[in-house]
Structure formats: C-alpha cells, structure tokens
C-alpha cells in the first residue's frame, strides 16, 4: 500500500512458442486485451524473439528458453517468482503454445528424437502450468494447444498424436479442478493450420503424412480460441472439417477411424 491507496499489480500474459505462427497471432490478440499490461514471450530463437519485440513494442518482455529443460522452466519459474514479489504480478492468460512434431514411421526417429517431442508436448505444459498456477486468480486463463490428432490414434504420427491426447485430457481435468479458484483451462484442438511446424515435422520418411486436408490460417484459430477460452470452455475446435472428425471420432470405432486416416494420407496400400 502506498498511503490508504493499494499499488496496483500488473496483470501478464505469457505465451510460449510465441515468435512464430499460432503463438505469434496469440501474441498480436493479448496485446489488445485490457487485462493484459506485459507479454511475456518464450520461444528458443533469440534472433526471432528480438524482432518480434521490434513488431509490437514495449509491452513484450521475452525470454530466451528450451522448453523441452524441465531445468530451463525451474529458472524461468524463480524469475517469475522475484518479479512478482517486487510488483505483485498477477497472470492473466497462460498460452501453452510451443509444440514439436516430426511426421514419419516409428524407426525413423532417435530415441532422442522421440523423449524430445515427449518433454516439449507434454512436461511442459505440466510444468509451465504448475510454474504459473499460483499467480493465476479468479478469471485468468489457461490455454493449451492440443490438436485435431488428439480425437484418435494416428499411425505415422503415433508419438504426436498420443502427446496431443495427453494434451486434451490433462487440460479438461485440470479445468474441473481449478474451477474452485475461477480459473479456466481450454484445450485447443485445431486441425492443420498454415504454419512452420509442416517444414519441420517433413523429414523425407517413405511413410508419412502427406496431405493437409481442410488446412487454414492461424489467425482464425487463435481468434476462435480466445472467444472460447472467455467463455470458459474446456475445448474449442475450429473448422466444420474439424467438428465433424471430432464427432466421427466419438461415434465410430477407433480402428475405422485409423483406417479412415490411412486412406486419406494414401498410407493403406503400401
């Protein structure tokens, strides 16, 4: 207090895997939002978080981190553990965006490889949740990016897919437990967005996915998203293409859905 006046806390965002993509639309859609004075942004590339400092201004404060380092998350965690003692800050939204996927057959990928989509998936969004939660209050948002892979298991994409559905199922429980501290978790289950993530997770494998059906961009999806996350629902989908595999999924067998999946990728003849 300063006199009979309370100081006033500021209210952050924090958006990982924000200098490109869904992360970055995120990024530009926060910056409008009233309870939101700071952006922090958390990505791998110092070079790409610098210019997107230079895009939208002061108000974005980033951090230069490995996501896939439960080591690298505890540091971020103390930090923002001192700032908030020395200007009581209070999260507003916690976008678990940053993602890693690689398209291929099972012994296409290292064991590396493999441990590496794992931790980035899904230990962070764990740890970036627990880091976050106990300076997230009544109305603050949690949202987590799942996918469309999540409604059922995807061969050629068996790791990322199983690392979505972890994704979706961990966000909707969490949303019921936090529900007591008025805090809402959305997981975000888009279906192929316009994005970098395609020229990463392409590795030449003989078998591999192959065609983007219903692709689309990812400001509609981060739009959408944010609408769903006010309104404190625990899933939002995108696309009528998107809401209709999600309702295929839940009413056919997963092995005709496997199968489904296979004929659209051109996988179920060789």
């Known amino acids: 207090r300063r ?16 200098t490109g993509g869904l992360g970055r639309e995120f990024v530009r859609l926060l910056l409008k939002e009233k309870n939101v004075d700071e952006i922090w942004a958390l990505a791998r590339n110092e070079k790409k978080l610098s210019r997107l400092k230079d895009k939208f201004g002061k108000k974005i ?3 230069s981190i490995d996501l896939s380092s439960v080591r690298q998350i505890k540091c971020f965690g103390e930090e923002l553990h001192e700032e908030a003692g020395r200007k009581n ?19 296409d990928l290292s064991v590396e490889e493999s441990l590496n989509m794992m931790h980035v998936n899904m230990d962070a969004v764990v740890a970036m949740g627990l880091v976050c939660i106990p300076y997230m209050k009544k109305g603050s948002h949690m949202i987590n990016i799942a996918s469309q892979a999540s409604f059922q298991p995807l061969p050629y994409q068996n790791i990322y897919s199983s ?3 972890f994704v ?16 809402c978790v959305t997981a975000v289950c888009p279906g192929w967005i316009k994005t970098d993530l395609y020229k990463r997770a392409e590795i030449g494998a003989r078998k591999a996915t ?6 689309v961009t990812p400001d509609k999806v981060a739009k959408k998203a944010l609408k769903d996350a006010k309104k404190c629902k625990d899933i939002s989908i995108y696309s009528l293409f998107t809401k209709i595999s999600h309702i295929a999924a ?11 999946w296979l004929k659209q990728q051109h996988l179920d003849d060789e």
């Open 163 to 165: 690392t979505k559905s």
């Open 250 to 260: 839940k009413l056919l067998p997963q092995r005709m859905m496997m199968k489904i």
């Open 3 to 18: 006199g009979n006046r309370m100081i006033k806390g500021k209210k952050i965002a924090i958006v990982t895997g924000a």
């Open 168 to 183: 979706r199922n961990y966000s909707r429980a969490l949303n019921v437990e936090l529900k007591e501290k008025g805090i």
């Open 61 to 63: 404060k980033i951090y």
């Open 89 to 107: 800050l209070e999260i507003s939204y916690l976008v678990n965006n940053a993602g890693f996927a690689k398209f291929c057959s099972y012994g």
């Open 210 to 215: 192959t065609k983007y059906v219903g692709m």
